[in-house]
């Protein structure tokens, strides 16, 4: 990879209407092969929903992707395809049901807090619906001291179910 093109790690989930479907368009919408070219996918997987119990399963997948673009231009990026696949962000209910949730989890090995971004993303340990779609790609990859692989054995999978690709 050049010097001006960064790796990105990036978790989408949704549990509106046909996830898998909107999944495989929030990717395809984000990965245009130029400013941001798809490396690796996870399969998909069926997952609790978490925060906010009381709503259907959702679909979480992670992508790592190289990218051209700075970290607050990928989250713009990011919010335009969630956007355009329906999601309003200023009408729904925190951790509720949504069509497509696209999350920067890791950036090279930049760490940012801004308003905006917390690279790496702050609950990224916490979360099995992201650890271990992660760690199906990059289970050697390190984010913040910690091996993707290893955090992902440590956490709770309880529920997560990997779907046989369509």
Same mark, same amino acid.
């Given at each position: 990879?050049?010097?001006?093109?960064? #790796?990105?790690?990036?978790?989408?989930?949704?549990?509106?209407?046909?996830?898998?479907?909107?999944?495989?368009?929030?990717?395809?919408?984000?990965?245009?092969?130029? #400013?941001?070219?798809?490396?690796?996918?996870?399969s998909?997987?069926?997952?609790?929903?978490?925060?906010?119990?009381?709503?259907?399963?959702?679909?979480?997948?992670?992508?790592?992707?190289?990218?051209?673009?700075?970290?607050?231009?990928?989250? @713009?990026?990011?919010?335009?395809?969630e956007?355009?696949?329906?999601? @309003?962000?200023?009408?729904?209910?925190?951790?509720?049901?949504r069509?497509?949730?696209? @999350?920067?989890?890791?950036?090279?090995?930049?760490?940012?807090?801004?308003?905006?971004?917390?690279?790496?993303?702050?609950?990224?340990?916490?979360?099995?619906?992201?650890?271990?779609?992660?760690?199906?790609?990059?289970?050697?990859?390190?984010?913040?001291?910690?091996?993707?692989?290893?955090?992902?054995?440590?956490?709770?999978?309880?529920?997560?179910?990997?779907?046989?690709?369509?």
């Amino acid at each position: 990879m050049s010097m001006d093109t960064a #790796e990105a790690l990036i978790a989408l989930g949704g549990n509106v209407g046909d996830s898998r479907a909107i999944l495989d368009r929030a990717v395809a919408m984000l990965c245009d092969g130029d #400013e941001v070219r798809l490396l690796a996918r996870s399969s998909d997987y069926r997952t609790p929903p978490w925060g906010d119990t009381d709503q259907p399963p959702f679909v979480n997948l992670c992508i790592a992707v190289a990218t051209t673009l700075d970290p607050h231009a990928l989250l @713009d990026r990011a919010r335009a395809v969630e956007k355009s696949l329906g999601r @309003d962000r200023a009408r729904e209910r925190r951790w509720g049901p949504r069509t497509a949730d696209i @999350d920067i989890l890791a950036y090279d090995a930049v760490t940012l807090d801004t308003p905006e971004l917390t690279l790496p993303h702050p609950r990224l340990f916490a979360r099995a619906f992201v650890l271990v779609p992660l760690a199906e790609i990059v289970p050697d990859r390190v984010i913040a001291g910690r091996r993707v692989g290893d955090a992902a054995a440590a956490v709770d999978a309880g529920g997560i179910v990997r779907l046989p690709p369509r």
